[in-house]
């Protein structure tokens, strides 16, 4: 028995997805990844798992404390490492949890990769500049000096 319904799609320029090619439900959405992406706090998370897969909350809120402040680590003050270190905690952080951009271990306050990472890391390289040129400047200049 032959199947006429493919050669009516292709006479008509159907270029609806058959179900064998419907994205699997582990890809994230793009307006998710937009999402994910959305804030420049996350931004910037997101932009340390490119330089290390693995960050406690304290690194992070330093870091990301320098970078928005333009300084060196060092010279980051408590209270400005403080304020990060909230705002992560209870907001960025179970935001990208929710979405499986990475995983959180509350014990150790870790933060690792996890399964939709990959996805929003790719949507970050290829948005680069165009979403913020002083945010990926600051990451860039850091993962360059890791590689020479």
């Excluded at 439900?25 to 932009?47: F, I, M, W």
């Excluded at 990472?117 to 360059?144: C, K, N, W």
Aim: aromatic share 6%.
């Amino acid at each position: 028995m032959s199947d006429d319904s493919d050669s009516r799609d292709e006479a008509r320029g159907d270029a609806s997805p058959s179900p064998d090619e419907q994205l699997s439900p582990d890809v994230l959405e793009v307006e998710t990844v937009y999402e994910a992406l959305g804030h420049p706090r996350r931004r910037y998370l997101c932009y340390t798992l490119l330089e290390d897969t693995e960050w406690t909350l304290t690194e992070l809120a330093t870091k990301i404390a320098a970078w928005e402040n333009d300084v060196p680590e060092h010279a980051v003050t408590n209270d400005r490492r403080e304020a990060v270190y909230v705002s992560l905690y209870h907001a960025h952080v179970p935001k990208l949890v929710d979405e499986g951009v990475i995983a959180f271990d509350e014990t150790t306050e870790t933060i690792t990769v996890a399964e939709h990472a990959e996805q929003v890391l790719a949507a970050l390289e290829g948005m680069g500049a165009s979403l913020d040129a002083s945010q990926e400047t600051h990451a860039r200049e850091e993962i360059d000096e890791r590689t020479e």
